[in-house]
């Protein structure tokens, strides 16, 4: 939100009332808080009136500083709250003269008291941003509005400093000079607005911010001010957390320990999912002659999916299948476990009025009401929809329940679609702030659902595919990329999109094949079946139509055979990353920013790593013609063997069979011997991929099994003309060399 008209004037009926100088500040006995009394003048003298603010410093973690401003502490009303591991450490405290320095771990605030006062943020002693200066004028700020009261901070963005995630943002990767705002909203791939807003960013110089707050917080990146994030939220309360780390990985790393880290999705999930698209025309029969057309043509399957219309018309989500379409669930759903394929099912959270639930749940007190005790409703989507509330938690019992009866039919997973539609005119169960509750809803929803899959089907065995998301989603994989159009641009858009939200906590993210509005043209289809397979997760699914592959034509069925079997070839070192995300936080898929500190990367949006170790460039164009860059380094396509020099940039066109899909120098790339499904034994029958290992380098490469657990670790090493190649344990493995001639000694 915007409270300036330029750098000297506030828009009209605006009042700002900034921290100018502060008069108290205190360590707590216990050095787990620092208080601090900020008021909005500069001069000594004593003043009557506010507004002042009050002022906490706290680390919830190491590397980490937690700020809370309050204006008015009086507000009583019931706040939904981030679930964030907050410890509540100790810090360092050293005060001398005019000037306090808080510390934790190598993250220093240093605070000026007077002359205004100034909040500076260092890690290991380099200067990350500050709020306060003599020059500029970073704020903390109580405003007073038209609309209301607000909060405000603004952070200082040096030279060439860049600002990234916030979400799922279709708009330009880079977000300086971009307006944002935190609210989940179903607006499809191709404007401002999106299905996953997450107010936390990181920034090119290694360190990100947190708003801890699950409300309408509103970005403005260098736009407002050109040389400053500002950030704002209605209320009297300003709450956010700096993260310090030695580099961006490392950010990403210490925010999800905070907030939570990605669960290990099962190794079926990484196979080729195949929907029934969002059709009315579809039964038993129609669904078994894709799963039989996919294997009668070769191309292995791992999951069907049905979407809305498994359930009768204008009863979404009622949980009951149509039995005209469906008379034998439980055998049609035998049949298809027996074809090897796991089944998931489309809910919502929404309960339309025609569905028999409805009666139940309004009975029974689970639905949002209106502050005069009707139940909330609408038309939209579903005649007489209504939503369920959960922070009841009988409601969420109740919903789990049903979900529990459609997993003892066979269901083994579940796409939770929605979210976003929350009202904020209604009355929670527990009392909850309604407007609050709109991003934060999406939270207890897909949790809810994660939860009793993990109990019923055990623990390693649960999977969503989720379409909206706030702070925390990310412990509830996997998420798309929502609505997007069926060309050459959503697809571009669609990368962006999920490029921003694997930067901001989330390690696992899919995409509708071929996109979902409209039929792609089958060049689309097929570069979009490339880019598919080479994403973590993998999913053909439409409107309309159908996206089984041979209605786009025999090369078509193709490509979709050739990149389905490479995917799973992968496997080894696809699930070893894998479990590397659910360790670490650090996403599977990265955008290359994110992975090399080269300033030819930081604006790179249409390419990504897919792991440590390969470089996807989709192709974007009816042509075949696609522009990479390759960092420094030696670099090997994977599917060609041809080495090049990078640190550069290539122009190169593909056929609907490659792109550019390059091995990092210095790489051991585990090769498993199974095509026809990603879930398998990786540990027999490996063959290692050596590539461009260079003099004097040990390099070490772990597969782990299908819980995640490491099994076997290589290493090899180089020494002159000879490569050694050592296991921890006896194991069946082959080698290949790329980009040298080396001799190799396997090691006992």
């Known amino acids: 939100m915007k409270f300036n008209l330029g750098e000297w004037r506030m828009r009209p009926g605006v009042k700002s009332f900034n921290c100018e100088q502060i008069r108290q500040i205190r360590l707590s006995e216990d050095k787990r808080e620092v208080y601090i009394f900020a008021v909005p003048y500069r001069q000594d003298e004593r003043s009557m009136d506010g507004p002042v603010q009050e002022i906490l410093i706290t680390a919830p973690q190491p590397d980490m500083l937690r700020l809370r401003s309050v204006h008015f502490k009086g507000d009583r009303r019931k706040l939904p709250r981030f679930e964030l591991d907050d410890r509540n450490l100790p810090m360092e405290y050293r005060e001398e003269g005019g000037q306090v320095e808080i510390a934790s771990g190598a993250l220093k605030l240093v605070i000026r008291k007077k002359d205004p006062c100034l909040f500076t943020w260092f890690y290991n002693g380099e200067k990350l941003t500050n709020i306060g200066s003599r020059y500029g004028s970073s704020m903390l700020s109580y405003i007073e509005t038209p609309e209301g009261p607000f909060m405000r901070c603004q952070l200082q963005v040096d030279v060439g400093e860049k600002i990234y995630g916030l979400g799922e943002r279709f708009t330009p990767f880079v977000r300086n000079g971009q307006v944002v705002d935190i609210w989940n909203e179903d607006g499809g791939t191709s404007s401002e607005i999106s299905y996953k807003n997450i107010p936390f960013y990181i920034s090119s110089r290694s360190y990100g911010v947190l708003v ?16 400053k994030v500002q950030f704002s939220v209605p209320g009297q309360r300003l709450d956010f957390i700096l993260i310090g780390a030695p580099d961006r990985k490392g950010v990403l790393e210490r925010y999800t320990a905070l907030s939570g880290r990605p669960a290990l999705p099962p190794a079926w999930t990484f196979g080729l999912w195949l929907t ?8 038993e029969t129609t669904v078994m002659s894709f799963v039989d057309g996919m294997a009668q ?17 204008n009863e979404w989500c009622g949980f009951d299948w149509d039995k005209e379409m469906f008379p034998d669930v439980e055998g049609m759903l035998k049949r298809m476990h027996e074809k090897g394929l796991k089944v998931c099912v489309w809910i919502n959270p929404y309960l339309g009025q025609k569905s028999a639930v409805f009666d139940e749940a309004a009975e029974k007190g689970y639905l949002l009401k209106k502050p005069n005790g009707d139940i909330w409703q609408w038309d939209l989507w579903q005649a007489g929809l209504a939503v369920v509330d959960f922070t009841n938690p009988e409601a969420v019992k109740w919903y789990q329940d049903k979900l529990r009866a459609l997993m003892a039919q066979g269901v083994d997973c579940f796409k939770t679609d929605f979210g976003e539609r929350i009202p904020t005119d209604v009355v929670y169960w527990d009392g909850s702030d309604p407007e609050r509750m709109h991003n934060y809803y999406t939270y207890l929803y897909n949790k809810a659902v994660f939860e009793v899959i993990e109990e019923v089907r055990g623990h390693g065995e649960a999977v969503l595919f989720a379409r909206s998301a706030t702070v925390g989603g990310q412990k509830f994989p996997v998420h798309w990329g929502g609505d997007c159009n069926s060309t050459y641009v959503s697809m571009a858009e669609s990368l962006r999109g999920g490029l921003s939200l694997c930067l901001s906590g989330f390690g696992f993210w899919s995409h509708d094949i071929g996109g ?7 060049d689309l289809y097929k570069r979009w079946l490339a880019f598919g397979l080479l994403s973590t997760h993998s999913r053909l699914h439409g409107s309309t139509s159908y996206r089984v592959p041979w209605l786009f034509g025999q090369e078509a069925v193709d490509v979709c055979r050739y990149f389905s079997r490479l995917k799973n070839a992968l496997m080894p070192y696809l699930y070893a990353q894998a479990a590397y995300t659910a360790r670490t936080g650090v996403p599977m898929m990265r955008a290359m920013m994110l992975e090399f500190d080269d300033p030819g990367c930081e604006d790179l949006d249409r390419q ?42 290539r122009r190169d066109i593909y056929d609907f069979f490659s792109l550019p899909l390059y091995v990092r120098e210095n790489t051991v790339l585990p090769v498993g011997r199974e095509t026809s499904r990603p879930d398998y034994d990786y540990t027999k ?7 461009n290992i260079a003099d004097g380098n040990k390099v070490s490469r772990q597969v782990v099994d299908m819980t995640g657990v490491p099994a076997l670790t290589f290493t090899v090493a180089r020494d002159g003309n000879k490569l050694t190649v050592a296991c921890d344990k006896p194991c069946d493995f082959t080698v290949e060399q790329y ?10």
């Open 212 to 227: 801890n707050d699950p409300g309408p917080v509103s970005f403005e990146v260098c736009s407002e001010a050109v040389t």
């Open 276 to 283: 029934s698209s969002f059709t009315t025309s579809y039964d």
């Open 685 to 691: 029958g490996l063959t290692l991929k050596l590539y």
């Open 297 to 313: 043509r070769d191309i292995p399957l791992r999951v069907f999916h049905f979407d809305c219309f498994w359930m009768r018309e």
């Open 608 to 649: 990504y790593m897919l792991g440590d170790a390969l470089l996807a460039a989709p192709v974007m164009r009816e042509d075949g013609r696609v522009d990479y860059y390759l960092p420094h380094g030696r670099w090997t396509h994977l599917l060609t063997g041809e080495t090049v020099e990078g640190r550069g940039w």
């Open 739 to 748: 980009g040298t001639d080396c001799e190799i000694a396997i090691s006992d």
């Open 516 to 522: 979902f509005e409209g039929t792609a043209p089958a």
